[in-house]
């Protein structure tokens, strides 16, 4: 076995096809799933700042209207939750009767399938973690099955069971489930917590949409 | 795809291959052999001396270092009659001295000497102070009694011809020369060329063979048990294709350790 046998490029050219593909299939997956990882967090940590600030001081001005005309067309998730509330509003209170109980309702219904919108455009790719860390596993470990059997039929072609025969292919073998780790590690660490994470932003995006509806609802009262 | 997703690709891209690198560069060291020791520098003679050069076997006998057990004499330091149990044991040795001189011819004739020039000062120690005697006593007066005493001479005649290791080596090596043409074997398999197979040899005096038979076979790998049989033949048919093997000394032919019988070792890794 030549000295640089072990690196992982040579590992991976030594290999039979399946065990390539195999491989090149886990090597995506990790790419995959620290591409998500990696801007699943930007995401997260924009829309969490975005929002915390955008509710600050939406609970401080005074007038929902102006602010909405002036700061409301944000991307974040707060933003998007008070323009489906707003426009809502809009729309109850555009006619001569105004159905206050109705209206409630709607604005509540309306709040609520804000906030899941915005939630699952936020846990869009956390699925695709969630695969990966489960399946990446069994994925490396049926190229190592599939390389050891190689092997195995190697030496039963070449007669000869010396270690020198069988090693290089079962290390190469064995380098399909590191990848498979490789891959669902990071995977099923970062769905866990970003899973985290998003359950705690729609639990503020709920209480923020639940202010919000408190909110018009008094001014219902009000315009009575 | 918005840029956050743009990003997260990039880096992700950027990481994987910032690890692959550090794995081809790392991980190639790793799988390292150690590095190869220092080539010992060897030189081939041709001239080999196939004589003896054994040094003359010396004819002087082994020294008898028995001395006579005087033990009981000082057990008795507070004896109140030490000055009549002296006497006794004194006579014992100088009786017991003419014997072995008599009986020796010329060549121990300083030995006698110190027992002799020792009795008197022994006697007069005695007499001075017996407190004193009893601590000495635990050395026999005749400890150096043996020494050179018994002139004996060696009853195996001297052999014509010894084998020294230098004859030895010679031999060996003039043995190899003569069945290395023939350890080109074709093997097995490759791998095979581990095993090694311990052959006795017996030759006749004019260097032919008289009997090969396989005394042991080095394996070290299971693996390659189904080859030990072939090993074995082939180690058999190294040594009755190369011999006769001529111009060994027909002197050590016989002699302890000569080349009447002798173990080859059929070591294939060794002659590729």
Redesign the interface.
């Given at each position: 076995m030549p000295t640089d046998a072990m690196s992982p490029i040579a590992l991976f050219m030594q290999a039979d096809i399946v065990v390539k593909v195999v491989m090149g299939g886990l090597l995506l997956a990790s790419i995959w799933t620290w591409a998500i990882i990696v801007g699943h967090w930007l995401k997260m940590r924009r829309a969490a700042r975005e929002s915390e600030r955008f509710e600050r001081e939406f609970w401080k001005s005074e007038d929902i209207d102006s602010f909405y005309e002036k700061k409301g067309r944000g991307e974040h998730p707060s933003a998007k939750v008070l323009a489906a509330g707003i426009a809502e509003w809009r729309r109850s209170t555009a006619g001569r009767t105004i159905d206050k109980d109705g209206t409630r309702s709607r604005l509540a219904v309306a709040l609520h399938s804000a906030v899941a919108a915005e939630t699952d455009r936020l846990a869009a790719r956390l699925n695709i973690l969630a695969t990966v860390g489960s399946v990446a596993p069994f994925v490396g470990l049926f190229g190592t099955v599939w390389g050891i059997m190689r092997s195995f039929s190697d030496i039963a072609g070449q007669q000869s069971t010396s270690l020198a025969v069988v090693a290089p292919g079962i290390a190469e073998a064995l380098f399909a489930t590191a990848l498979g780790l490789f891959a669902a590690i990071p995977a099923v660490i970062a769905y866990n917590r970003f899973s985290f994470g998003i359950n705690r932003l729609e639990a503020r995006l709920q209480r923020f949409a639940d202010g919000f509806h408190g909110t018009l609802s008094r001014e219902l009262e009000l315009d009575s | 795809m918005?840029r956050?997703?743009?990003?997260?690709?990039g880096?992700?891209?950027v990481?994987?291959g910032a690890v692959?690198a550090v794995?081809?560069l790392g991980?190639?060291s790793?799988?390292?052999?150690p590095p190869p020791s220092d080539a010992i520098e060897v030189s081939f003679v041709d001239e080999v001396g196939l004589v003896s050069a054994a040094p003359q076997p010396t004819q002087e006998p082994p020294a008898q270092g028995m001395a006579p057990e005087t033990g009981p004499v000082d057990d008795a330091p507070a004896a109140p009659t030490p000055e009549p149990a002296q006497p006794e044991p004194r006579p014992t040795p100088a009786a017991a001295q003419p014997a072995p001189r008599q009986a020796a011819p010329s060549p121990a004739r300083e030995a006698p000497a110190p027992p002799r020039a020792r009795q008197p000062a022994q006697e007069k120690q005695g007499t001075s102070g017996s407190g004193r005697r009893t601590q000495r006593s635990r050395l026999g007066d005749d400890i150096l009694k043996g020494i050179g005493d018994d002139p004996t001479p060696s009853t195996s005649s001297r052999p014509t011809a010894r084998m020294t290791g230098e004859a030895r080596a010679s031999i060996n090596a003039a043995i190899r020369r003569a069945l290395v043409p023939c350890e080109r074997q074709p093997l097995p398999?490759p791998?095979a060329g581990a095993i090694r197979v311990d052959v006795s040899v017996t030759l006749s005096r004019n260097g032919s063979l008289v009997g090969a038979q396989v005394r042991r076979v080095h394996n070290d790998?299971p693996?390659?048990r189904a080859y030990e049989e072939r090993m074995r033949d082939l180690a058999l048919a190294v040594v009755r294709q190369c011999t006769p093997i001529r111009g060994l000394p027909p002197e050590l032919y016989d002699v302890p350790r000569g080349w009447r019988q002798f173990t080859y070792q059929f070591d294939p890794r060794q002659t590729r």
């Amino acid at each position: 076995m030549p000295t640089d046998a072990m690196s992982p490029i040579a590992l991976f050219m030594q290999a039979d096809i399946v065990v390539k593909v195999v491989m090149g299939g886990l090597l995506l997956a990790s790419i995959w799933t620290w591409a998500i990882i990696v801007g699943h967090w930007l995401k997260m940590r924009r829309a969490a700042r975005e929002s915390e600030r955008f509710e600050r001081e939406f609970w401080k001005s005074e007038d929902i209207d102006s602010f909405y005309e002036k700061k409301g067309r944000g991307e974040h998730p707060s933003a998007k939750v008070l323009a489906a509330g707003i426009a809502e509003w809009r729309r109850s209170t555009a006619g001569r009767t105004i159905d206050k109980d109705g209206t409630r309702s709607r604005l509540a219904v309306a709040l609520h399938s804000a906030v899941a919108a915005e939630t699952d455009r936020l846990a869009a790719r956390l699925n695709i973690l969630a695969t990966v860390g489960s399946v990446a596993p069994f994925v490396g470990l049926f190229g190592t099955v599939w390389g050891i059997m190689r092997s195995f039929s190697d030496i039963a072609g070449q007669q000869s069971t010396s270690l020198a025969v069988v090693a290089p292919g079962i290390a190469e073998a064995l380098f399909a489930t590191a990848l498979g780790l490789f891959a669902a590690i990071p995977a099923v660490i970062a769905y866990n917590r970003f899973s985290f994470g998003i359950n705690r932003l729609e639990a503020r995006l709920q209480r923020f949409a639940d202010g919000f509806h408190g909110t018009l609802s008094r001014e219902l009262e009000l315009d009575s | 795809m918005d840029r956050s997703e743009a990003t997260g690709v990039g880096v992700s891209l950027v990481g994987h291959g910032a690890v692959l690198a550090v794995l081809v560069l790392g991980l190639a060291s790793v799988g390292r052999a150690p590095p190869p020791s220092d080539a010992i520098e060897v030189s081939f003679v041709d001239e080999v001396g196939l004589v003896s050069a054994a040094p003359q076997p010396t004819q002087e006998p082994p020294a008898q270092g028995m001395a006579p057990e005087t033990g009981p004499v000082d057990d008795a330091p507070a004896a109140p009659t030490p000055e009549p149990a002296q006497p006794e044991p004194r006579p014992t040795p100088a009786a017991a001295q003419p014997a072995p001189r008599q009986a020796a011819p010329s060549p121990a004739r300083e030995a006698p000497a110190p027992p002799r020039a020792r009795q008197p000062a022994q006697e007069k120690q005695g007499t001075s102070g017996s407190g004193r005697r009893t601590q000495r006593s635990r050395l026999g007066d005749d400890i150096l009694k043996g020494i050179g005493d018994d002139p004996t001479p060696s009853t195996s005649s001297r052999p014509t011809a010894r084998m020294t290791g230098e004859a030895r080596a010679s031999i060996n090596a003039a043995i190899r020369r003569a069945l290395v043409p023939c350890e080109r074997q074709p093997l097995p398999s490759p791998e095979a060329g581990a095993i090694r197979v311990d052959v006795s040899v017996t030759l006749s005096r004019n260097g032919s063979l008289v009997g090969a038979q396989v005394r042991r076979v080095h394996n070290d790998d299971p693996g390659l048990r189904a080859y030990e049989e072939r090993m074995r033949d082939l180690a058999l048919a190294v040594v009755r294709q190369c011999t006769p093997i001529r111009g060994l000394p027909p002197e050590l032919y016989d002699v302890p350790r000569g080349w009447r019988q002798f173990t080859y070792q059929f070591d294939p890794r060794q002659t590729r």
